[in-house]
């Protein structure tokens, strides 16, 4: 994007521009201060509260956890929560915290978000891939890689997904792989790493539990952010960990009480101002995340729309390069174009100097090899008519290059 400034740019899955506040910052503090003193707490500590470095856990958990048990039926004591700096943080930390044997191996849907296949690479972890399909992710194929660790005298301590609209490949998991997702979990002694980054731009009356509100065995850990539903500048997660893990002393402690700890020794905490603006723009909407995020929600699935039917518009007609097909998410940021020829760095180039438009090669989400002639396309940055000409630009684009 640096190099082509001009080109429009189905590459980032940054939130809109439109969907950033343009309201003064400091009402959303006055307002969790206010919330602080409804609640007891004394005018001078609670302004104090937003100076010092605070505890690690964070200091908003409860205006969290009320909301997410509101919204979507996710029931959390504060202290099963940690406010994070963003959800990479937060994937980190979990991930430091669970694998404490080098037998254990990370499973995560295949493709899959770089955030969580990087975090396990610092860690020197072990990852499996599992095929991602139109329902979720490939349940036989999770359990046969349970079987495998265990004949490798190994174990699957974990499997990453996301199960709406997932990043890059824009699947959902159905209701029915949910539950049954969490039989297997519990049948196979694994957890679940549920990423919640892109479920509130479900459309409306589609909405899904997800995976912790269905959990009744403690087997997942909720990952979230703020990122999408208020801003990403403030750099404010969390996650929900209500398990007990194993302690040095044969003992063990909350799995949350671990994420402080670790935390201590890398962000220390989450800043107090940005937890306490993200807090009051919360209260500002009720304590709901829906209300939160409803005119976020509405913006991307307008964009969304607008991409699939430019696609339909521009490569679904007769006359365009045959083989190119592509998958129709219902909600998210992202859908995924299948090529007839391998999308790598160069085609990029050509598409970029040559028609104006980038979008991002599907390859390097994937851990064996598959994806190369697969693009994967975001709307969440651009606007109607960018998304429009942006395809325009695609269509010429492979209707030139490939058919030479």
């Given amino acids: 994007m640096g190099r082509f400034p001009e080109a429009i740019s189905f590459a980032p899955g940054a939130p809109h521009p439109d969907t950033l506040p343009d309201a003064d910052l400091q009402r959303y503090t006055d307002r969790y201060l206010a919330h602080l003193r409804e609640r007891g707490a004394d005018p001078e500590r609670a302004r104090r509260t937003l100076f010092e470095y605070g505890p690690s856990r964070g200091l908003v958990g409860d205006v969290v956890g009320e909301a997410l048990g509101r919204d979507h039926g996710i029931a959390c004591a504060p202290e099963d929560l940690v406010i994070?700096?963003?959800a990479q943080e937060a994937m980190l930390l979990v991930l430091r915290a669970l694998f404490a044997s080098p037998g254990q191996v990370l499973a995560v849907a295949n493709p899959c978000f770089v955030g969580i296949t990087g975090a396990a690479r610092l860690l020197d972890l072990d990852v499996v891939p599992v095929d991602e399909t139109d329902q979720g992710v490939d349940l036989d194929g999770l359990a046969r890689a349970c079987r495998a660790a265990r004949q490798a005298g190994r174990s699957v301590r974990a499997l990453y997904v996301a199960p709406d609209f997932s990043n890059p490949g824009g699947g959902r998991m159905s209701l029915d792989c949910r539950h049954r997702l969490l039989e297997l979990a519990e049948r196979e002694d694994f957890l679940v790493l549920e990423d919640n980054a892109y479920g509130f731009t479900a459309g409306a009356g589609t909405e899904l539990p997800p995976l912790k509100a269905l959990d009744t065995r403690r087997r997942v850990?909720?990952?979230g952010t703020f990122a999408k539903v208020a801003f990403p500048g403030a750099r404010v997660g969390y996650v929900v960990a209500d398990q007990r893990v194993?302690?040095?002393g044969g003992g063990t402690r909350p799995l949350?009480?671990?994420?402080?700890?670790?935390?201590?020794?890398v962000t220390v905490n989450t800043s107090p101002l940005a937890q306490a603006v993200i807090a009051g723009m919360l209260l500002?909407?009720?304590g709901s995340l829906v209300e939160l995020s409803r005119r976020k929600a509405e913006l991307y699935q307008r964009n969304l729309t607008a991409l699939t039917e430019a696609l339909d518009e521009q490569l679904g007609a007769a006359g365009a390069p045959p083989g190119i097909t592509w998958n129709r998410p219902e909600g998210g940021f992202f859908v995924?174009?299948?090529l007839p020829v391998r999308a790598d760095a160069h085609l990029l180039e050509v598409s970029a100097a040559k028609y104006g438009v980038l979008w991002t090669p599907m390859d390097q989400f994937y851990l064996d090899g598959a994806g190369d002639t697969q693009i994967r396309l975001s709307c969440s940055y651009l606007d109607r008519a960018g998304i429009e000409e942006g395809v325009r630009r695609l269509a010429a684009f492979l209707t030139k290059e490939i058919r030479s």
């Avoid at 949350?256 to 020794?265: F, Q, S, V, Y």
């Fill in 284 to 286: 500002e909407h009720g």
């Fill in 221 to 223: 850990v909720h990952i």
């Fill in 336 to 338: 995924r174009v299948q």
């Fill in 246 to 248: 194993a302690t040095g």
């Fill in 84 to 86: 994070t700096v963003g």
């Fill in 256 to 265: 949350a009480a671990e994420l402080a700890t670790l935390k201590t020794m």
